[in-house]
């Protein structure tokens, strides 16, 4: 009934003298395949289509596997058992890299004021910003997302790294001499407020300066280039840092716009990668 039921049966013979179906089961691991052969049927009546062998061979599969189905079966299930062996390592490994990138931000954000090391108190809490709240936020999302990581990631995070940086950098103006009896030693107690001010410049200037770079290198798409809008606020924000770095009071412009400065740059680079990609 196999050739009866593809229509083949009726179209080219009025009946079919004898036929025969092999099942083979076979048992592989917890697996088990049922192989179904049609071998071919015989029929004088065929002639009219051809060589009776050859056509029958094409209708209902002469070479058929019915003499080694475990062999061909076999080959088919090893190859499928060691590539998800492989899989599985792969994901394994994935696993073991997001915890890695876990422990790290966890433990340099405790120890930003814990001790016994407390970084921010000998230098290392602008590091620490950078890195929490930069680098490894972009790095990790990307490798949750791709399995893999990238240096366009990595461009991708570096204007958050440099304004986020910046925030608190100029934050610590007003808070130089508290943090000093505190002996809370960060940069700008280290450089003094004016000195501290080329840093902060610096940071500001990182921000477009990456992007721009990475765009120019291909790794981040063309419409990131409206990230570059908000760096028109570093004007203001200089001016103020330059004139009333030592006036706490009066420095409030610089932070206030490093803080929309670094908002504004994160959601229109957003906007420009979602779209750079989709267009």
Same mark, same amino acid.
């Given at each position: 009934?196999?050739? $009866? ?6 179209? %080219? ?22 192989? #179904? ?8 009546? +065929? ?8 056509? +029958? ?21 090893? @190859? ?6 492989? +899989? ?6 994935? =696993?073991?890299?997001? #915890? ?14 814990? @001790? ?13 910003? &950078? ?26 995070? #570096? @204007? ?20 000093? =009896?505190? %002996? ?11 000195? &501290? $001010? ?26 990131? #280039? ?5 760096? =028109? ?47």
């Amino acid at each position: 009934d196999a050739c $009866r039921n593809t229509g083949f049966g009726q179209t %080219a013979t009025g009946g079919i003298n004898a036929g025969r179906i092999v099942v083979r089961r076979l048992a592989a691991a917890q697996d088990h395949v049922a192989v #179904l052969v049609a071998v071919g049927r015989h029929d004088r009546r +065929m002639a009219r289509f051809g060589d009776r062998q050859e056509m +029958m061979g094409r209708l209902c599969g002469l070479d058929r596997i019915d003499r080694d189905a475990h062999i061909a079966v076999g080959a088919v299930l090893e @190859p499928d058992r060691a590539g998800q062996a492989r +899989m599985q390592g792969g994901q394994h490994l994935a =696993a073991l890299r997001i #915890l890695a990138i876990g422990i790290v931000g966890v433990g340099t954000a405790f120890f930003y004021t814990a @001790p016994p090391l407390r970084l921010c108190y000998r230098g290392g809490g602008e590091l620490l910003i &950078a890195l929490d709240f930069g680098i490894l936020p972009s790095l990790g999302a990307y490798y949750v997302q791709a399995q893999q990581f990238s240096w366009g990631a990595l461009v991708a995070g #570096l @204007p958050a790294t440099f304004l986020i940086t910046a925030v608190l950098f100029i934050n610590q103006f007003q808070d130089m001499r508290a943090d000093a =009896a505190a %002996a809370k030693r960060h940069w700008v107690v280290r450089l003094g407020r004016s000195r &501290a $001010r080329a840093l902060y410049y610096a940071l500001i200037l990182g921000a477009p300066v990456s992007l721009l770079a990475g765009v120019l290198l291909g790794w981040l798409p063309n419409l990131t #280039l409206i990230a570059l809008l908000p760096s =028109a606020l570093a004007i203001r924000m200089f001016r103020a840092a330059a004139a009333h770095y030592d006036t706490p009071d009066r420095l409030l412009p610089a932070n206030a716009g490093t803080v929309a400065m670094h908002l504004l740059t994160g959601v229109l680079m957003t906007a420009g990668i979602v779209l750079g990609h989709s267009l």
